[in-house]
């Protein structure tokens, strides 16, 4: 099994930054992804970001040129958040897929609001 542990969510204000972390841990295996999702109130959980095994990054339109997403050590993931608005407001889920095995974190919330 592997744990995925999120943090650094907060209250920020808008047009400011957050960087979220995602430490994985246990019985760790070779990765097919791993992405960050989130889910506002009242709304269906959405993906954010991901990042392949293979160095393929994609991001959801609301938040290209705003967020980025990295790993390191195939084990960790980051998502950087700059610019942020109300509309970001959310629980931030981090994702690790290894293949036939798919892991989630509990969420970090993020709010932004002034």
């Known amino acids: 099994q592997v744990q995925l542990v999120e943090s650094g969510g907060g209250l920020v204000q808008p047009g400011g930054s957050l960087r979220l972390s995602c430490a994985a841990s246990g019985s760790i295996r070779a990765f097919n992804f791993m992405g960050w999702y989130r889910q506002a109130p009242g709304k269906e959980r959405e993906l954010v970001a991901f990042?392949?095994?293979?160095?393929?990054i994609n991001y959801a339109d609301s938040v290209k040129g705003r967020f980025t997403i990295s790993g390191d050590n195939a084990e960790n993931s980051y998502l950087q958040m700059n610019s942020l608005s109300p509309d970001d407001t959310a629980v931030y889920y981090c994702?690790?897929?290894?293949?036939?095995?798919?892991?989630w974190g509990k969420g970090t919330l993020v709010t932004v609001s002034s």
């Open positions: 990042i392949t095994s293979g160095g393929e």
């Open positions: 994702r690790r897929n290894e293949y036939i095995k798919d892991y």
